[in-house]
Structures are given as structure tokens and as C-alpha cells.
């Protein structure tokens, strides 16, 4: 079955700089791929996401890149602030027809100021 | 406009007690998850359901049942609730299976 790997686990940034995450599937007949952030004590919500079709998406200091070749997608966040500190969850779709997603384990990214 | 609603919010439950979570969910999605969340294991899915009436099994589906009679809303029951069930409980509905919106969460203890 499908399963989702995603490094690193925790991730300290300056201000202003940018964070990387990067998460690897199993399955190539995966076609969905979205990023979750979840703050502290808070639910996850969704941030972008990026379908099989498409190699990049952004959308202002967020974006996401894919390799299906490589089968490895990435969250990149550009000129980070405090607000960005959570922990970002990123999810492949399982190719069933139910749209189910597996997760990876998760990121805590801290942004220092 | 309440989107997805979860009761209770916390719980505590002894070895062996059974208890129902709620999931309410308001925008006419056809589709319904549970998942769990453990520290260090992410969000794993236990029982979702793809319209009313219908169920069936995710990853870690041993020791919950759920219902889904009405549309809006998807039951996650605990039959005889054990220490390894202590976690963090998110309910998410979807239209399309494109991009849950989530509940808030359920902590629930079991001693």
C-alpha cells in the first residue's frame, strides 16, 4: 500500500529565511498531494495542494513542488515569520476511488525571531 | 455556517467503558473520515464513509465501529475502550475528496 515519508522532523528557521520539507510516496498511481498546517492544540487546515499534472504551484510565500519521477513532493516557504511556526503535515491520495489520503508523521517548524 | 463540529471535546474513560463521538458536519459532503493522531505517527485514518449509509475500514480500524445513518453526520463508537486508544481524534468531511475541512478534535484519555 501507499506509504508517506517525510523529513525532517523538526526544523528550526530565522525569520526572514526559508524552510524546506520534503516528503516521498510509494505508490506512482498517487495523484493528489495536499499540505496541512496544524497549530498548537489547533486542527489541521489546509494550505496547497498540487495534483499529478502539475510540477509547481505558489501561491504568495507558499509553494509546492513535485517530482514524479522521483516520486518526492516538497513544501517550500519563502521569507518565514513567526506565524509560520506549526507543525505541517504533508499527504498523498490512496489511487482507490474513496479519496483517502495517508499522511506523513509531520514537521514542527519553528521560525526564530 | 458551522462547517465540522465534533462533540466532546474531552474525554476521560476508564478501561473497559464505551463512549460515542460525534461528528456534524454542515456543507452536504458526501464523504467522511476519522482519523487519529499520535505524536511522532502523524494522522491515521480508521473508518470513512463515501455517502450516507455506507462505511468501511482505514488503516487502524480494530477496536471502533462507526455509523453513518444520516448524511450529516459519521459516529465513531468504542465498544471497550483500552489505553492505546488514548489519542487526539479529528473527524473530516470533503465534497470531492479534494482537501478536508477538519473538526477540532476530540482528546480523549483512557485510564
Known amino acids: 500500500g501507499e506509504n508517506v515519508e517525510q523529513h525532517p522532523s523538526t526544523l528550526s528557521v530565522q525569520e526572514g529565511d526559508s524552510a524546506v520539507i520534503k516528503c516521498t510516496y510509494s505508490?506512482?498511481?498517487?495523484?493528489?498531494f495536499p499540505w496541512y498546517k496544524q497549530e498548537l492544540g489547533k486542527r489541521p487546515q489546509l494550505i496547497i495542494d498540487i495534483r499529478s499534472n502539475v510540477g509547481e504551484k505558489k501561491d504568495q510565500r507558499i509553494a509546492v513542488t513535485l517530482n514524479k519521477t522521483a516520486k518526492h513532493f516538497s513544501l517550500h516557504i519563502t521569507e518565514t515569520q513567526p506565524e509560520d511556526s506549526a507543525v505541517y503535515f504533508c499527504?498523498?491520495?490512496?489511487?482507490?476511488?474513496?479519496?483517502?489520503?495517508?499522511f506523513g508523521t509531520g514537521t514542527r517548524l519553528k521560525v526564530l525571531a | 455556517n458551522a462547517g465540522v463540529t465534533q462533540t466532546p471535546k474531552f474525554r476521560v474513560l476508564k478501561t473497559g467503558q464505551s463512549m460515542t463521538l460525534l461528528c456534524a458536519q454542515d456543507?452536504?459532503?458526501?464523504?467522511m473520515y476519522w482519523y487519529r493522531q499520535d505524536p511522532g505517527m502523524g494522522l491515521r485514518l480508521i473508518h470513512y464513509?463515501?455517502?450516507?449509509?455506507?462505511?468501511a475500514k482505514g488503516e487502524v480500524p480494530d477496536g471502533y465501529n462507526v455509523s453513518r445513518l444520516k448524511k450529516q453526520n459519521f459516529l465513531l463508537g468504542l465498544e471497550s475502550a483500552a489505553p492505546s486508544q488514548t489519542s487526539v481524534y479529528f473527524c473530516?468531511?470533503?465534497?470531492?475528496?479534494?482537501?478536508?475541512?477538519f473538526g477540532s478534535g476530540t482528546r480523549l484519555t483512557v485510564v
Open positions: 505508490d506512482s498511481a498517487s495523484n493528489y
Open positions: 499527504a498523498a491520495s490512496i489511487p482507490s476511488g474513496t479519496y483517502k489520503y495517508i
Open positions: 456543507m452536504n459532503h458526501e464523504y
Open positions: 473530516a468531511s470533503s465534497l470531492t475528496g479534494r482537501g478536508y475541512t
Open positions: 464513509s463515501v455517502g450516507e449509509g455506507t462505511t
